[in-house]
């Protein structure tokens, strides 16, 4: 009887499956061709990023490997723009529409890993791809080629965008490049992101804000004369204290967390000098910025009751994602003629060792295709500089399985998917996806129209204005 059912079972998928490849038309067959073609390239391209794992602004070679083999598919590549040495822009066509899609290549520090079901890091405290950052550049920018490949025959007429965009997980490298004005002439965004699961995203993000808190004292020696001392980590300490209690008073949507980053060097000194890292986030940007008012005056009660000096500086924040539903269907449509991934059964004992490692329930890979939701109205989750980029130009999200059901994102578990065959195929289906919609885009006016339709309706009369400090953006100075 189970012999009979899984003959069953399979025949179905197999005729489900070619029923699937039959509604795919020859243009969007091409499409699938180009990302198979330059298969091996982004593979490599993709597990050097993983090996080198560069941080916030200093993915100085990873930026290079993405923009140099641009360069080499006869895009027309500008290196350091908006002030960011390893922000790049990649361009191929003329005309509109103009159709973009985000790269993002930053790691995350702490958690390097081999690529094994198991925690072993490559170099312990080293970074690590935990987010899969380096599947996200190679395959948005495999899309990209793809449509330049359709543009360069003749087939459609336009301009295709590949935006490298690093920082995605410190300071949020995008807000610079938004300011630069560099999406002013783009039609609409694509992104992608790596995940457990395969969905056109219509779901929002939390909006943010990052902000550092510096208290000034007078160092004394702790035993024999602390009250000629006037304690920094004292108003350190109260602060987060008043920070924990305001919890109690902010709504449900509203997450706070800190870090401290300076709190004194020794136990015999009354420390001088303190520092904490705020970051306070919300569903909504109008409900945010009152909680980060707050949070910034009670630096000054802090500071009152310890008797020392304070300081607020705004490293920077970001918008909620500007759903576009419209947007959601076609890529949806897409998803649903690639039809799910299909994973070996190494593969499958991969991710269920993972499943086993981080106390998951052991069920492998989901690569059902999921259906397009419902947008909540208050999502939870992370936050992402994807959210400015669609407030400035209208946005479709895809999320793509590179992990196994309910791993842990930012985590080893993640890098060591990112290394191997699991992460490589949800790359090369996020590309094929990416560039399938884009396709749709322009060949379709009225379907570009209805999602610029909504974007303008959605963003309403709201104006954006990025919240970061004025001046260049933080990049480190070597």
């Not at 699938?32 to 050097?48: F, G, P, Y």
């Not at 000034?216 to 108003?235: E, F, I, K, L, M």
């Not at 008797?307 to 076609?330: F, H, M, P």
């Not at 060792?353 to 998951?360: L, P, S, V």
């Amino acid at each position: 009887m189970k012999t009979k059912l899984l003959l069953i079972a399979t025949l179905s998928f197999a005729i489900t499956t070619s029923f699937s490849q039959k509604k795919i038309g020859k243009t969007k067959k091409a499409i699938i061709s180009s990302v198979e073609n330059h298969k091996e390239d982004l593979i490599n391209i993709s597990d050097e990023i993983w090996s080198l794992a560069e941080t916030a602004f200093e993915e100085n070679k990873s930026s290079k490997l993405l923009a140099d083999y641009a360069e080499k598919q006869g895009f027309k590549v500008e290196r350091g723009v908006a002030g960011i040495p390893t922000a790049f822009v990649a361009t191929y066509g003329s005309g509109r529409p103009v159709i973009s899609v985000l790269g993002e290549f930053d790691a995350l520090p702490g958690i390097s890993q081999k690529a094994i079901p198991t925690k072993d890091p490559i170099n312990e405290g080293e970074p690590g791809h935990g987010c899969g950052h380096n599947l996200f550049g190679s395959a948005s920018l495999g899309a990209a080629i793809a449509i330049k490949e359709l543009i360069e025959s003749g087939k459609i007429k336009g301009t295709i965008k590949f935006f490298g965009t690093p920082s995605e997980e410190k300071y949020f490298g995008k807000i610079w490049m938004v300011r630069a004005g560099l999406w002013n002439d783009v039609d609409v965004n694509i992104s992608w992101h790596p995940a457990a699961e395969i969905k056109a995203d219509v779901q929002s993000s939390l909006a943010l804000v990052d902000f550092k808190i510096e208290f000034y004292g007078q160092s004394a020696h702790a035993s024999a004369d602390p009250w000629n001392g006037r304690s920094a980590s004292d108003a350190l300490e109260l602060y987060t204290t008043g920070i924990n209690y305001y919890r109690e008073h902010v709504k449900p949507t509203v997450r706070m967390h800190y870090h401290i980053q300076d709190a004194g060097k020794v136990v015999n000194v009354v420390p001088d000098y303190a520092r904490l890292w705020m970051r306070v986030r919300d569903t909504k940007r109008s409900g945010l910025m009152p909680v980060y008012k707050q949070a910034m005056k009670m630096a000054e009660g802090a500071a009152i009751l310890a008797n020392v000096d304070y300081k607020v500086s705004l490293i920077s924040g970001i918008y909620e994602v500007l759903v576009n539903r419209e947007g959601g269907k076609i890529m949806q449509n897409n998803l649903e003629l690639l039809g799910p991934i299909n994973y070996t059964d190494e593969e499958i004992s991969f991710g269920k060792k993972i499943q086993e490692a981080t106390g998951k329930k052991q069920v492998g890979m989901d690569s059902a295709i999921k259906p397009l939701k419902e947008t909540r109205e208050n999502p939870g989750g992370g936050s992402t500089d994807v959210g400015d980029v669609s407030w400035n130009v209208a946005n479709i999200n895809l999320g793509v399985t590179t992990a196994p059901k309910d791993t842990p994102w930012h985590s080893w578990a993640v890098v060591a998917c990112g290394g191997m065959s699991i992460g490589h195929k949800g790359m090369l289906y996020a590309s094929k996806a990416m560039a399938m919609t884009m396709l749709d885009l322009f060949e379709n006016p009225e379907l570009l129209k209805k999602v610029k339709a909504e974007y303008v309706k959605r963003k309403g009369d709201e104006v954006y204005k990025a919240i970061i400090p004025d001046g260049p953006p933080p990049v480190p100075v070597n």
